[in-house]
């Protein structure tokens, strides 16, 4: 079946750095469009990021702009999110999900990993 495992999450200082993996399995991780999606406490869900199959990034929300990066290593099938300069509104579980061929709808979600950040 199909598996979407986030890990790294964590307690961090403002200004920290936290780096986010998603390992996947149970489907043809190479072929498909990777976000990372957020979602704070007592809000809806933000797109954080998008990358291309061959690991070219195609998206980051302007809120983190500058300060993460999207990557991939297909042939770990795993999905990473580097987090710099971490602030308090970054706080958030962060999911990793497929994109399907339409390019318009998520098709696999991953349960999550807690990103708290607090002095």
């Known amino acids: 079946d199909v598996q979407l495992q986030a890990s790294g999450g964590g307690l961090v200082q403002p200004g920290g750095s936290l780096r986010l993996s998603c390992a996947a399995s149970?489907?043809?991780?190479?072929?498909?469009?990777m976000n990372w999606v957020r979602q704070a406490p007592g809000k809806g869900p933000e797109r954080v990021s998008g990358i291309k199959t061959d690991g070219d990034p195609t998206y980051y929300a302007d809120s983190v702009k500058g300060r993460f990066t999207i990557s991939r290593d297909n042939a770990k099938n795993t999905l990473y999110l580097q987090m710099d300069s971490l602030k308090p509104e970054d706080t958030a579980v962060y999911y990793c999900a497929t994109v399907n061929s339409d390019r318009s709808t998520y098709g696999y979600w991953g349960q999550g990993t807690l990103v708290t950040v607090s002095s």
């Open positions: 149970g489907f043809t991780f190479g072929s498909y469009v």
